[in-house]
């Protein structure tokens, strides 16, 4: 059975940091790429960061970068998206997700796999 599931959302004041992480089972890790993606109230799902098993990430929103790094242990078949001063504007459910083959091809990719999401709130 494949799991994925996301944990350390939370509420935090801006400026802030949070790392959030995302266990798999289920499948071979180090096979395929994961991506974060956010969703803010009222708005559309939108694809956030694509890592590939080697580490290597591919950001999609500018207002993320420099602030959020990803991650990922293959070890423990787990990713990481460490988000460092938090501005209410990334106030949002953030989801991870699995997708095989290992490219990355854009926010707008299909994944496999998601997780249930996390929520994190920033107040200003």
């Known amino acids: 059975e494949v799991q994925v599931v996301e944990s350390g959302g939370g509420l935090v004041r801006q400026g802030e940091s949070l790392t959030l992480s995302c266990a798999t089972s289920g499948f071979t890790f180090d096979d395929y790429i994961i991506g974060w993606f956010r969703q803010a109230p009222g708005k559309e799902r939108e694809g956030v960061v694509c890592?590939?098993?080697?580490?290597?990430?591919?950001y999609y929103v500018d207002s993320v970068k420099g602030r959020f790094t990803t991650f990922r242990d293959n070890a423990k078949s787990t990713a990481y998206l460490k988000m460092n001063n938090l501005k209410p504007e990334d106030t949002a459910v953030y989801y991870c997700a699995a997708d095989w083959p290992p490219s990355c091809l854009g926010p707008k990719q299909v994944y496999d796999y998601w997780g249930q999401g996390t929520q994190v709130t920033v107040s200003s």
């Open positions: 890592s590939g098993p080697n580490n290597g990430s591919i």
